[in-house]
């Protein structure tokens, strides 16, 4: 089921899975099936996972200095900080699978 449109030859596709996996502007991109050009999520993909990863890293920062000095936070730390860094690897591919348009790879020789 391709729900998704190749910006190259304009045919529906993609679906959720193979968008998700086709990377952000500073990746080769994922092939389409139909025309065989690569393709990658847009601008706003790239956008929302640089600042998403950034303030989950500060979230991390944060959770590890001030775990000793509140005493619930030193109690969650060890489930909490490997499940924001999961979420660094999980959240930006779901979302860049249901939100952001695909446009056009930019790296070239690929």
């Known amino acids: 089921m391709s729900i ?4 190259h030859c304009g045919e529906k596709s ?5 968008k998700a996996l086709a990377g952000q ?5 994922k092939p389409c ?6 393709c ?17 890293f500060a979230a991390v ?3 590890y200095l001030k775990a000793p000095d509140i005493p619930w936070l030193g109690y969650w730390e060890l489930i909490i900080v490997p499940g924001l860094l999961i979420s660094m ?4 591919k779901l979302v ?15």
């Open 4 to 7: 998704y449109t190749c910006p």
């Open 14 to 18: 993609f679906n959720p899975l193979s």
């Open 25 to 29: 502007l500073n990746s080769k991109g």
């Open 33 to 38: 099936p139909k025309c065989g050009r690569r």
């Open 40 to 56: 990658v999520n847009g601008k706003g993909a790239t956008i929302f996972n640089a600042v998403y990863c950034l303030l989950a």
């Open 61 to 63: 920062i944060f959770t």
């Open 89 to 92: 690897l999980i959240v930006p």
């Open 96 to 110: 860049n699978a249901f939100f952001f348009k695909m446009e056009q790879a930019i790296k070239a020789g690929y």
